[in-house]
């Protein structure tokens, strides 16, 4: 739902994911940490979530409140092809059926996220670069979220 927040969608995404138990915060040193917006250059196994274009859904009629899906980006970067498509579908399952109206708290702020809607499957990017070991998949979605507190 639209108004303001005070974290990005992303950063809700990232502790709704680390909370399904996907990934890790990256100051816990262990696998498969969760970045937002930026990609370090290791590890070589980790989760970045970018924001992507929004869909705006318009006003509701009861109260004029404007209805907005906050579009997000996972990206699966990983050692090899396998382990990284794994990774992908664990995070794509979860999404689809791990996130019903879930409370997300960061710093003090709570959020709710109605679902996590992906707009398709997993999606291959190959290798990261030409001669790179490393894979890289994505997952788009839209999630309509608040901030309640």
């Given at each position: 739902m639209?108004?303001?927040?005070?974290?990005?969608?992303?950063?809700?995404?990232?502790?709704?994911?680390?909370?399904?138990?996907?990934?890790?915060?990256?100051?816990?040193?262990?696998?498969?940490?969760?970045?937002?917006?930026?990609?370090?250059?290791?590890?070589?196994?980790?989760?970045?979530?970018?924001?992507?274009?929004?869909?705006?859904?318009?006003?509701?009629?009861?109260?004029?409140?404007?209805?907005?899906?906050?579009?997000?980006?996972?990206?699966?970067?990983?050692?090899?092809?396998?382990?990284?498509?794994?990774?992908?579908?664990?995070?794509?399952?979860?999404?689809?059926?791990d996130?019903?109206?879930?409370?997300?708290?960061?710093?003090?702020?709570?959020?709710?996220?109605?679902?996590?809607?992906?707009?398709?499957d997993?999606?291959?990017?190959?290798?990261?670069?030409?001669?790179?070991?490393?894979?890289?998949?994505t997952?788009?979605?839209?999630?309509?979220?608040?901030?309640?507190?």
């Amino acid at each position: 739902m639209s108004g303001s927040l005070v974290h990005s969608p992303q950063d809700v995404v990232r502790y709704l994911l680390i909370d399904n138990t996907q990934g890790t915060l990256p100051s816990d040193n262990d696998s498969w940490p969760i970045y937002t917006d930026n990609e370090p250059e290791s590890p070589d196994n980790c989760v970045t979530i970018y924001g992507v274009e929004s869909r705006d859904v318009g006003r509701r009629h009861v109260d004029g409140r404007r209805i907005e899906f906050h579009g997000i980006q996972v990206r699966v970067r990983s050692m090899g092809s396998q382990t990284g498509y794994i990774k992908a579908r664990q995070i794509a399952v979860s999404l689809d059926e791990d996130v019903l109206r879930d409370t997300v708290t960061i710093s003090g702020s709570v959020y709710l996220v109605h679902s996590v809607d992906r707009v398709g499957d997993v999606i291959r990017l190959g290798k990261e670069k030409p001669n790179s070991n490393r894979y890289i998949y994505t997952i788009n979605a839209v999630s309509p979220l608040r901030q309640t507190s």
